[in-house]
């Protein structure tokens, strides 16, 4: 089962929620339903044979709902705009896990998963990586792309094959940084590090006030979304906005969410 949503309306959606003909199949194993612009997977239950679930590229927030599946071996939420992981740590079977995409930077809730072997959160909002350094089953993990300064948390991951850290905050010209990751290496794992961005404390601060709160992710999502950004990584590497701008607008930001006072016509950066 995998093929997208049929619109006889013309309209572009669905007027019925098309996981409800899902339910109640016992001996379904693979589920595919990936780019059908789904909300909510809520109405996704009874299904106790469920081992591979596939859901990139729709538009959840949330998935806390999948914690029903604990049969789940291989599940891909990438290209969704998921801010909480919660839920997840009752899939205790999980093997394979996509998580591209998406605006997650709390990783907390998935610290248990220890029978992952490969994992792949590029192009979130991740700044620290202290949540996976009980995971010895891993084997193949993808973290480029986000606000990532420090590997010291995965060099206890013991049986790491392949590990990408493009695209972070690592200063390669650090001698403590140089001599994690030539210890990364020299335990025979393929490193891809390259194209490193300045760290930024602001938007590390930023990112940090909503680990823990997924109202105010969601809140700055949505709002990044509406002017234009699906993510704040995207936001982060867009080259036509200048240092100093992005940094005034991570302050204003983490002020206007720890206030509560977050409000959808806050002037944004004009490119």
Known sequence: IGEPISDESGNGKRDTDPLTELQSIPTLVNLY????????????????RLQILLLSGNQLESVGNLRIFENISR???????????????FLPRIEHLYLAENRICDLRPIQGLTSLK???????????LQALSEFDKLQVLSLSNNFIHSAKPLLTINNLKRLSLSGNCLDLENQV????????????VFLVAGNQKKRVIEAEQLVFSMIGHPLSNSTLGNYLQENGYLRLIDFAEDSSVDES???????TWQ?????????????????
């Open 33 to 48: 339903l990936y780019d059908n612009l789904l909300k909510s997977i809520n109405s996704l239950n009874d299904l106790p």
């Open 245 to 251: 701008e992005k940094t005034k607008a991570y302050q």
């Open 177 to 188: 940084v140089q001599d994690r990751l030539k210890q990364i290496r020299s335990s025979g």
């Open 118 to 128: 490969e994992l792949r959160l590029q192009r979130n909002q991740i700044v620290t």
């Open 75 to 89: 599940l891909s939420l990438s290209d969704n705009r998921i801010n909480s992981l919660h839920g997840l740590e």
């Open 255 to 271: 002020k206007s969410l720890m206030n509560g006072s977050f409000r959808k016509d806050l002037p944004f950066l004009k490119k």
